[in-house]
C-alpha cells in the first residue's frame, strides 16, 4: 500500500473522498452519499439480527473457532477510529468473457460476416464460440477449452 499508486490509505472518510477523487482528476466519488452507504452498513453491524449479506457470512464464519481465532476479522464500524485507517484501491474494469467469439465453420476456420472463410484464419478455445458448454459442459475449468475439434 506504501508504494502502489492505486492505493489510499486516509485516517478519515473526507481524507479518503479528497484523495480518491484527486486519483481520478475527477469529482467520482461524493461524500455524503458514500458516508451513508457506510453509515447503513455500519448499522448491519450493530444489529446481530441484520441483513447484510457480507456481514452475515462474516458472523457465519467466525462461528468456527479455527476462523475465529486466525482467519476471520470480527465485523467492526469501519468509520470507528480505533479500527485503524481506511484504505481505497483503484480498480480497473475489465471484461473477462464474452460468451460469444468468432463464426467458425466445423474445422475452427473463420468465417466473415457473410459466411465466407477468411483465409488462414483459424479458431480454437473460447473464442470459437466453445465456452459455456461444448465436450466438457457448462462448469469447465478455465484454459480447457482447447479439447477435441472435428477433423477436417
Request: net charge neutral; aromatic share 4%; no cysteine.
Amino acid at each position: 500500500m506504501k508504494h502502489g499508486v492505486d492505493f489510499l490509505v486516509r485516517k478519515t472518510l473526507p481524507e479518503l473522498v479528497q484523495g480518491m477523487n484527486a486519483l481520478t482528476g475527477e469529482e467520482l466519488i461524493d461524500l455524503a452519499e458514500l458516508e451513508l452507504v457506510i453509515v447503513a452498513r455500519d448499522r448491519q453491524v450493530a444489529n446481530v439480527f441484520g441483513k447484510d449479506a457480507q456481514v452475515t457470512a462474516i458472523r457465519g464464519a467466525r462461528a468456527y473457532i479455527g476462523d475465529k481465532l486466525i482467519r476471520v476479522a470480527r465485523p467492526h464500524h469501519l468509520l470507528d477510529p480505533a479500527a485503524g485507517p481506511l484504505i481505497a484501491v483503484r480498480l480497473s474494469i475489465l471484461t473477462r468473457k464474452t460468451l460469444g467469439g468468432v463464426e467458425t465453420d466445423l474445422s475452427g476456420r473463420v468465417l466473415q460476416a457473410g459466411g465466407q472463410l477468411l483465409p488462414g484464419l483459424y479458431a480454437a478455445g473460447e473464442v470459437a464460440s466453445f465456452g459455456g458448454g461444448g465436450v466438457h459442459g457448462y462448469r469447465a475449468l478455465e484454459g480447457t477449452f482447447l479439447g477435441q475439434l472435428p477433423q477436417a
